[in-house]
């Protein structure tokens, strides 16, 4: 079977290219990413070192789509996974969607021509967030929970299903997933293809990438090991905001499910895949976390809200355990204590993985 990847030198890409090298399931694995992330270049050597071809190219250019050989699966791990990407004066609206939809458009058609199948990997933030940013909390153990006597339909103390909304707005980043999402679907409809959509949870591990907009985890482990300013933005300066987190080898039983599914319901091509509430985490939690791993360390506070935030996001994964068996294997615990390893050893990572302007 042979597998695309597209952004192969990412976390993700990276991570589950690894991942199903390691399987002896007789994968021809090849990807394609454009080294724009400061840190992915890094990946190239150590992946082909694996015997997985790594080629330089461009996702938001046909020619250099239209280029990559014949593969049975295409998974799209390539994206600007920031929620601000667009807004954030880092990045343009215009690049934003281009590299986010235009990519995945061009990846449809190359499935289109050479009758593959497609796994978007998709992202959590295709939920609302007016009625997220609205959910009733309360504090308890330091984080964030969610009032069970109060909570709208689409979520459960277990966390947010399908069901949820995914109307507007979901910041430009949202869009262009959910957009990307209902193309997959009418493409896999119209030409017979098998699609499946993965919504991500935060993924983290060693390895990623430390911004604070898009490895929380990884940054904030790294900078309190580096004693660098850190800050409870929004909510009362607190900390109480919870994310769940997932580390990205764990999506691969999934993947080789959908490899091997018969055709299945649109209906059933959309699942959450997330740490789940075992893994929600609050950024306090995670500084006692730390505070207990390198000693204390201080972290200020700044109330002011920041467009997009959300007090709590956990997702619930019964659908996708109730179709294909799946639940995440790796705890909380080990993927902190795996980027903590990582940062121990690699004291220059966020100038690396994420230089400052």
Not at 8 to 27: E, K, T, V
Not at 118 to 140: D, G, H, K, N, T
Not at 145 to 167: H, I, L, N, W
Request: proline share 6%; with cysteine.
């Amino acid at each position: 079977m042979r597998i695309l990847i597209s952004g192969i030198c990412g976390f993700a890409g990276n991570a589950i290219a690894r991942a199903l090298a390691a399987q002896s399931r007789g994968y021809s694995i090849f990807g394609f990413d454009n080294f724009i992330r400061p840190g992915s270049e890094g990946n190239r050597a150590e992946l082909q070192g694996l015997g997985i071809r790594v080629v330089h190219g461009d996702l938001r250019l046909a020619s250099d789509v239209d280029s990559l050989p014949a593969c049975d699966w295409v998974i799209d791990a390539a994206a600007n996974p920031s929620v601000l990407a667009g807004i954030d004066g880092l990045s343009s609206s215009r690049q934003l969607v281009e590299h986010n939809l235009g990519g995945t458009i061009n990846l449809l058609e190359h499935c289109k021509r050479h009758r593959a199948g497609f796994i978007l990997l998709s992202s959590s933030r295709v939920y609302s967030i007016e009625p997220l940013a609205a959910l009733p909390v309360r504090v308890e153990d330091r984080a964030f929970r969610p009032d069970e006597r109060r909570m709208p339909p689409g979520v459960e103390s277990s966390g947010v299903s399908e069901s949820f909304p995914t109307a507007a707005p979901v910041s430009l980043y949202g869009a262009t997933k959910c957009a990307s999402e209902a193309l997959a679907l009418e493409y896999g409809q119209a030409f017979d293809l098998p699609v499946f959509i993965n919504r991500c949870g935060i993924l983290a591990g060693a390895g990623q990438f430390g911004r604070p907009d898009q490895g929380i985890f990884a940054f904030w482990i790294n900078s309190h090991l580096r004693r660098r300013p850190l800050n409870y933005i929004g909510f009362g300066g607190k900390g109480h905001q919870v994310r769940d987190c997932l580390h990205p080898k764990d999506l691969v039983p999934l993947l080789t499910a959908q490899f091997g599914a018969p055709k299945t319901d649109v209906l059933d091509r959309t699942v959450n895949v997330g740490g789940g509430a075992a893994s929600a985490t609050s950024l306090l939690q995670l500084t006692d976390w730390c505070a207990d791993r390198f000693g204390a360390h201080p972290v200020g506070a700044d109330d002011a809200a920041r467009r997009y935030d959300i007090p709590w996001l956990v997702l619930d994964t019964s659908k996708a355990a109730r179709i294909w068996g799946w639940k995440p294997r790796l705890p909380v615990q080990s993927i902190l204590e795996e980027i903590a390893a990582h940062a121990g050893t690699h004291p220059d990572w966020l100038e690396r993985s994420a230089p400052l302007g």
